[in-house]
């Protein structure tokens, strides 16, 4: 069963820094990992999906990193704001058996950026 | 368009009543999906519908029942609920459902349901 672990579960710097959010799974056999947004009572924002053959992925100020044979990744955001300030979830999608398709998501990290 | 559409946006029921979620999408995307997500929680798969056949059914209690009358819109009928079901309902979709490497889910801003 994949199991879907983030670390740490909540952060907070001030506005400016850059900062890493890691992500951990059980199980190597995945066809995509996906990071995402939610703002509190909001549904999720896909930020970035890396497949299971690509090492990176980046979007603006936004960069994830894919390492699947140590089931590892992680979200690097440069020059964080305020308004980055959200919980952020990671997700894998499984590969085959009854799990197809299925995406599987870790516990999220909370983020507080303050001015 | 990458817009995924819920209605209600909140939901108030009580357990005998029978309502129904609504989702609706126009990426012509074939794989829709409904998540459960309680507070402080991640999304909890529930449905996969594929090219508007159930496709994974997550062992949900009957009184879910999910309905893909067309591969635009998804719905999920509501019946003889407890007050432990009240949680954000999300609905996503995607190219497929087979979580092949470009198959990104697209969410909903969900409903949020509450069970008196």
């Known amino acids: 069963k994949q199991e879907v672990t983030q670390i740490p579960a909540a952060l907070s710097v001030p506005e400016g820094e850059n900062l890493v959010l890691n992500c951990s799974f059980t199980?190597?056999?995945?066809?995509?990992l996906q990071w995402f947004r939610q703002d509190p009572g909001k549904g999720l924002t896909s930020l970035l999906l890396?497949?299971?053959?690509?090492r990176e992925q980046t979007s603006g100020r936004l960069n994830a990193s894919l390492d699947k044979s140590s089931g590892r990744s992680t979200l690097y955001i440069a020059a964080s704001q305020p308004g980055d300030s959200a919980t952020y979830l990671c997700?894998?999608?499984?590969?085959?058996?009854?799990?197809?398709?299925?995406?599987?998501f870790g516990q999220g990290t909370i983020l507080t950026v303050h001015p | 368009d990458t817009e995924v559409t819920q209605t209600p946006k909140h939901l108030v029921m009580g357990m005998t009543n029978k309502k129904s979620l609504k989702c609706e999408q126009h990426?012509?995307?074939?794989?829709m999906y409904w998540y459960k997500q309680k507070a402080k929680k991640p999304p909890e798969l529930m449905f996969v519908?594929?090219?508007?056949?159930?496709?994974i059914n997550e062992s949900v209690p009957s009184r879910f029942s999910p309905e893909c009358p067309n591969s635009s819109l998804l719905n999920l009928h509501l019946h003889a609920l407890q007050p432990e079901d009240s949680a954000l309902y999300l609905c996503?979709?995607?190219?497929?459902?087979?979580?092949?490497?470009?198959?990104?889910?697209?969410f909903g801003p969900g409903t949020r349901l509450t069970v008196l």
């Open positions: 997700a894998v999608s499984n590969a085959g058996g009854t799990s197809y398709g299925k995406l599987t």
């Open positions: 990426m012509g995307h074939r794989a």
């Open positions: 996503a979709s995607s190219h497929r459902s087979r979580g092949a490497p470009l198959d990104t889910q697209y």
């Open positions: 890396i497949q299971s053959s690509q």
């Open positions: 519908y594929s090219y508007e056949k159930l496709s």
């Open positions: 199980d190597s056999a995945i066809y995509n």
